[in-house]
């Protein structure tokens, strides 16, 4: 009896750090990530999608991200950290991806089809997406 008490004394801690982990993965699921996956090696289109995508993330939501429920981030898949990113999301090149939780919404396609020739579309299909996602609980 007396090592059962001692067992549970000692484990008790875990669980509540346990809790803990699960609260913040929680709060993290509440979070708009856009990416923009990449290589080194950039063409004006790929560079374009990337700017394009990222202005329309800060124009459209300025409030969201300064109160960091909504970010942008260019990630390099020929970085360590990018590549790690990009297995865990299973991306292996160029992408444009919307996340929140395990919700994932690929707009490589239109990203490249409309960047160059008509932002103001890539942006109306931007701001479609992403206010889906907005009241999107997991």
């Known amino acids: 009896m007396k090592n059962l008490i001692f067992a549970i004394v000692l484990l008790l801690p ?6 803990n982990g699960n609260e913040i ?22 560079r374009t999608v990337e700017a394009e995508a990222k202005n329309d993330i800060l124009t459209l939501y300025p409030q969201m991200v300064k109160d960091g429920e909504i970010s942008f981030l260019s990630v390099n898949l020929e ?16 992408t444009l991806l919307i996340v929140k939780g395990n919700r994932k919404i690929n707009l ?13 579309k890539l942006k109306s299909i931007i701001k479609e997406k992403v206010d889906q996602l907005v009241n999107y609980k997991e």
Do not use: W
């Not at 993965?25 to 790929?46: G, L, M």
């Open 25 to 46: 993965r929680q709060a993290e699921n509440n979070k708009i990530e856009a990416y923009y996956f990449h290589f080194s090696a950039r063409c004006v289109t790929c």
């Open 14 to 19: 875990l669980f509540a750090i346990a809790g």
């Open 79 to 94: 970085d360590k950290e990018g590549k790690a990113l990009g297995e865990k999301l299973k991306i292996s090149g160029q």
């Open 108 to 120: 490589t396609n239109e990203g490249f089809l409309y960047a160059i020739p008509n932002p103001l």
